[in-house]
């Protein structure tokens, strides 16, 4: 048994979740947030740690969600992640956000698990496009997250009978209004803000055993907004021959 | 599975305060990431006020700038978090310390770049929570204003000029924690101008260093260019308009020769030179008569401009022709660096109660004198309040 200190601040959310060794216990906690992660975090962790009765000194592993999400939420959890490795020498295991999401979908579920062949997070990344994972109905990963078109995103919610949610799941019903998978409920009620956002509480499922993360750097899986600066003033004064060359 | 119920309100970290100022020695680990340097360092201060690096470890990102022209924020975050965790190893390996031994960790929590700023200083809070160490967040600027106490055992008071590519102001160290900021640019930091200067005579990035080697053989009377603001009441800075000055003489001199661009740059720097004394001499005149002492108030000079030679003997000259002290602190300590955070983290923990715990915000813009009029003006890091 370990003990081991979970936490994400990917998207919507920032939560931790503490299980105890000595218990074997979970003591959580959660709040819904589009910002204030980075203020949050922290004092979060200290009373989540308190209440579980675990010391730093004590854990055995970090086990965090490194993306994708906001980068900057994203940065915010590999930041506390890397503190506290550092601090004691702990090794970290990683997990996307998409498919923490896709496991609280799966408890969520209970028996109509049966229903489908796996599920699909889809998060809406603007710009005609949607962060995307597919896991199996036990939550382990069928396709690894990604950055797909809505047209790609489209092709992948066809491609088996998948149950579907996020903010990006609306995106990819049909022209007809038709939803992908055999979903016949009407989801935006299956997926209410707080299925639809991670819960660091589904991490502890196989952090055990997962094996820990080599680099840890956050997923962003987009390139930041930067374009090599075109407009050089007076460019061409270098370009130019030298008056008295 | 149980849900710890929200009531457990943690006291904020900051009540690990003491009341009283502390006797013994301490150790800081300091934490700086609020532009385009990753820097943690260790410093020890010891009760009588002096201090020591006993490491100091900057790495800089401006290679990854450099095809933009300029630092970008996101592509600044980004290279922070990936090298934090070693440039903090490699800080604790040099000083031959460890965390357990640490008294205080010290972060930079503004201003600068905000995606940079929360990678340091989440990375701090948690070694802080997992070491149950006080986490002091640290002012930037006050970092700066207070590196001559750790270089040149300088304590205040003393007017500093803080010249680098995010700031350029007066500020009169009455004492630490104690900051009134005289004056302040309208525009453009200094470091600034010399980078857009660099950018216009395509001189390459970053600018400074480039304008200074590029002037050396230059006339600087050639140009007779703007001194902006000189002989003006308020103490403060502009150079946008000394930068646009320089832009349309080069576009007149063309086609440009090398001769040209060395009386260029001379002349620009010609024209800072005697703008910057103006404006200091007008600020430490108004320091002297804010503190009441007519006693040789130093000058201290820091920030990344301080290494330009021609500003530097000028205003040795000038400090000359008053009779005070200029103190310029060696110039890797002048720029961005973790020493100064962990020193200025130093200062606060001796004197007892810290502010910022675990809930401390970054912020992009944080006045050191929060007293302070707000100077509206645009600049690398936006608007300097
Ligand atoms: N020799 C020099 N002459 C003039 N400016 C310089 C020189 N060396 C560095 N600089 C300028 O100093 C700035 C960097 O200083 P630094 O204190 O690191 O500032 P910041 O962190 O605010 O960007 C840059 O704008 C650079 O061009």
């Not at chain 1, 579980?52 to 980068?71: M, Q, W």
């Not at chain 1, 382990?140 to 903010?167: K, N």
């Not at chain 1, 990006?168 to 038709?178: E, F, I, N, V």
């Not at chain 2, 002297?288 to 920030?303: H, K, Q, R, T, W």
Request: proline letters at 7%; glycine letters at 8%; one cysteine or more.
């Amino acid at each position: 048994m370990m003990n081991i200190l979970a936490f994400d601040t990917c998207f919507d959310a920032c939560s931790v979740a503490v299980h105890s060794a000595e218990t074997g216990g979970i003591t959580t906690e959660r709040e819904l947030m589009r910002r204030g992660h980075a203020e949050v975090l922290l004092p979060m962790i200290e009373r989540t740690m308190k209440a579980a009765g675990v010391a730093f000194d004590r854990l055995d592993r970090i086990a965090v969600t490194h993306g994708p999400g906001t980068f900057t939420g994203a940065r915010v959890g590999m930041s506390a992640a890397l503190g506290a490795s550092f601090a004691h020498a702990l090794p970290v295991v990683t997990y996307s956000s998409l498919q923490c999401v896709a496991r609280a979908a799966i408890e969520a579920l209970g028996d109509e698990v049966t229903h489908f062949e796996g599920v699909l997070v889809a998060r809406d990344a603007k710009r005609d496009s949607v962060f995307v994972e597919v896991t199996d109905m036990a939550g382990d990963e069928l396709d690894a997250p990604a950055l797909l078109s809505v047209a790609d995103a489209r092709q992948v919610a066809r491609s088996r009978r998948l149950f579907a949610l996020g903010s990006g799941a609306p995106l990819l019903a049909g022209d007809d209004g038709a939803q992908p998978g055999g979903l016949t409920t009407d989801w935006p009620a299956q997926s209410p803000l707080g299925i639809a956002e991670p819960d660091a509480r589904f991490l502890l499922q196989d952090a055990a055993s997962r094996t820990p993360a080599q680099a840890l750097v956050p997923l962003y899986l987009r390139a930041p907004d930067a374009t090599p600066s075109s407009r050089l003033p007076l460019a061409r004064l270098v370009n130019l021959p030298a008056a008295d060359a | 599975m149980t849900s710890s119920a929200p009531i457990i309100q943690s006291p904020k970290t900051e009540c690990k305060a003491e009341r009283q100022p502390r006797k013994a020695a301490a150790l800081v680990l300091g934490v700086e990431t609020s532009c385009d340097e990753t820097a943690v360092a260790v410093v020890k201060r010891l009760p009588d006020g002096s201090g020591a690096i006993l490491s100091n470890v900057v790495r800089s990102q401006w290679e990854q700038h450099r095809p933009f022209g300029g630092v970008v924020p996101e592509i600044a975050a980004r290279a922070h978090i990936e090298c934090i965790s070693d440039i903090a190893s490699e800080a604790l390996k040099t000083a031959n310390t460890q965390l357990t031994d640490i008294d205080c960790i010290a972060a930079t929590a503004g201003p600068g770049l905000i995606g940079g700023l929360l990678v340091g200083l989440t990375f701090a809070k948690s070694i802080a929570l997992a070491h149950d160490k006080p986490l002091v967040a640290i002012n930037h600027l006050e970092a700066h204003a207070l590196t001559v106490g750790l270089t040149d055992s300088i304590r205040p008071p003393y007017l500093l000029l803080l010249v680098s590519g995010g700031h350029t102001q007066t500020v009169l160290v009455r004492d630490v924690a104690d900051y009134h900021r005289i004056g302040s640019t309208i525009d453009d930091a200094l470091g600034e101008a010399f980078d857009k200067t660099a950018k216009i005579l395509s001189l390459g990035f970053p600018g400074g260093p480039a304008v200074e080697a590029a002037a050396l053989n230059g006339d600087p009377q050639r140009f007779a260019f703007p001194r902006p603001l000189q002989g003006r009441k308020e103490p403060h800075f502009s150079f946008a308009g000394l930068k646009t000055a320089v832009r349309r003489e080069a576009e007149r001199q063309q086609p440009i020769n090398d001769q040209t661009i060395a009386d260029l740059t001379a002349s620009f720097e010609a024209a800072v030179c005697d703008s910057v004394i103006d404006r200091v001499k007008l600020a430490h005149r108004m320091a002297v008569v804010e503190i009441g002492e007519p006693d040789a108030l130093p000058i201290v000079v820091s920030g990344g401009v301080a290494a330009n030679k021609r500003l530097r003997s000028a205003l040795e000259k000038f400090a000359t022709t008053i009779d005070v002290p200029a103190i310029f602190p060696p110039i890797s300590l002048c720029t961005d660096n973790g020493a100064m955070i962990a020193w200025a983290g130093a200062e606060r923990f001796a004197r007892g109660p810290l502010a910022g715990g675990l809930d401390t915000s970054a912020r992009a813009r944080w006045p050191l004198d929060e007293s302070a009029a707000p100077i509206i003006g645009t600049g690398k890091h936006g608007p300097k309040a």
